[in-house]
């Protein structure tokens, strides 16, 4: 008998650029509740159905139709009550969707650094979300930017075997610590966040191939890398 294999999202970044930018919102905010609770399965069932549902788009596998309707139905439930209990959720919820179906489109386009960067926004998003259903209304905003901005930058680097993309990457890495240095002069010590940007930077300028399909030690160190670094740019959110 053949075993029933489960389709779902088996991208391991995916699932830590969530679960850090959603613990980051939840953990600044400090009140962890029933909702928050299940707004987290919520989007937990929406990633699971991401793969998938790009398979049926792009391959036209209707087989998993039934498996992602069993993530989204459960997921939209959760969502539904959510809002009930904090109504000015629904407006990230709207930005969430268009977002996905903004995914949906450019990657089936096969425009991919968009495709990503709407990626990355949505799961900067998560942060925002986390926040608001942890406070009850709309809080730390401001979380949302900042995560798309450090995630879009580790988008370039996974890239960085492209000589265009190291150039772009190391250009708009450049970008952010210069803009966020500035804010240092008013007070704002959100240039700290964005320090691991450097190793960025470093890896752009060395060029060195990250990512190659015949060295797999090299993809996992730079999962690690990078996890290191989202992790520390959350602590310094945390405490800020």
């Known amino acids: 008998m053949n075993s029933l294999k489960l389709p779902y999202t088996k991208e391991q970044g995916s699932w830590v650029m969530f679960i850090i930018a959603f613990s980051t919102g939840a953990i600044k905010t400090g009140n962890i509740n029933i909702t928050l609770s299940l707004v987290f399965l919520s989007l937990c069932l929406f990633l699971m159905a991401k793969s998938p549902a790009v398979n049926v788009i792009k391959r036209g596998n209707r087989g998993e139709l039934p498996w992602i309707s069993g993530y989204i139905i459960p997921g939209l439930a959760g969502f539904l ?100 240095g500035i804010m240092v002069l008013k007070g704002v010590l959100l240039f700290l966040a964005f320090l691991p940007l450097f190793e960025d930077i470093y890896a752009f300028i060395k060029g060195r191939k990250v990512v190659d399909s015949t060295l797999r030690e090299d993809f996992k160190r730079l999962g690690i890398i990078e996890t290191i670094k989202a992790i520390f740019f959350a602590s310094i959110l945390i405490f800020i």
């Open 81 to 180: 009550y959510s809002t009930v209990k904090v109504p000015p959720l629904f407006s990230l919820y709207i930005a969430g969707i268009t977002l996905i179906v903004l995914y949906l489109i450019l990657n089936l386009k096969g425009i991919q650094v968009l495709s990503e960067a709407s990626g990355m926004a949505l799961m900067g998003l998560t942060a925002a979300i986390g926040a608001s259903a942890a406070a009850g209304t709309l809080l730390n905003l401001y979380l949302w930017p900042m995560f798309f901005i450090f995630y879009f930058a580790s988008s370039f680097r996974v890239r960085a075997t492209i000589k265009r993309y190291r150039l772009i990457g190391m250009l708009y890495s450049g970008l952010v610590l210069s803009v966020s």
